[in-house]
């Protein structure tokens, strides 16, 4: 999980914060600084805490968890921590609810700010959960896609290994047939995703 503390996150997201102003109070403390490290929209800790009821509801989730953000106060600022650290740790309890969240959060171009840690660690923590088969093919889509498009940032490391964990068997042909080779880091990958391959038939051989 990401850990952080309070003297990096001054120094790093300083930018990020919301300058909130209280009139009822003494003037010596009218104003607060909240640092907000989730993000918008459909990420925003809201839309993630209601998408999660949904998905709890429909999935029968027998005890459905608090995704109440972590915070941290000193002074005049306050922090509220990412609302994905607390859908990692469902992902890594194999929470349903949690794992669908995951999956979507994969799927995400966007920028996020921690984004690069929360994305490494949510497909981290989906290599050792439950998938359904649907969610194997949304994986496979979204990690060959991104190959395919030469884009290879920092958390498709823990991508690839997501990729080899459930099987690259089926993703292969998309991968051998338009990757491209010039760009030094497909090919990295090319050659990485071809060994788990040469693993797997052998495994297969093994077995039967």
């Not at 969610?135 to 690839?160: C, F, G, S």
Request: charge should be negative; hydrophobic fraction near 35%; include cysteine.
């Amino acid at each position: 999980m990401m850990t952080m503390t309070i003297q990096h996150q001054r120094e790093t997201e300083s930018q990020n914060y919301t300058d909130v102003e209280f009139s009822q109070v003494p003037r010596a403390a009218t104003r607060m600084f909240i640092h907000d490290y989730n993000g918008t929209g459909e990420w925003s800790a809201d839309r993630i805490q209601q998408r999660y009821a949904e998905y709890a509801a429909q999935l029968n989730v027998p005890a459905p968890r608090d995704l109440s953000p972590r915070t941290s106060e000193e002074g005049s600022h306050r922090w509220i921590f990412p609302v994905m650290d607390n859908v990692i740790d469902g992902i890594e309890a194999d929470d349903p609810a949690c794992v669908a969240i995951g999956i979507e959060f994969i799927e995400q171009d966007g920028g996020f700010t921690h984004g690069s840690i929360l994305k490494s660690n949510t497909a981290r923590a989906l290599r050792r959960a439950t998938l359904t088969d649907e969610q194997k093919r949304r994986i496979r889509t979204r990690v060959t896609d991104m190959l395919l498009a030469d884009y290879t940032p920092h958390e498709y490391r823990e991508y690839a290994k997501l990729l080899r964990r459930i099987g690259v068997a089926e993703a292969w042909p998309r991968i051998e047939n338009n990757a491209n080779l010039d760009h030094p880091y497909t090919a990295k990958y090319y050659a990485y995703f071809k060994e788990a391959l040469r693993k797997e038939k052998a495994a297969t051989r093994e077995a039967s």
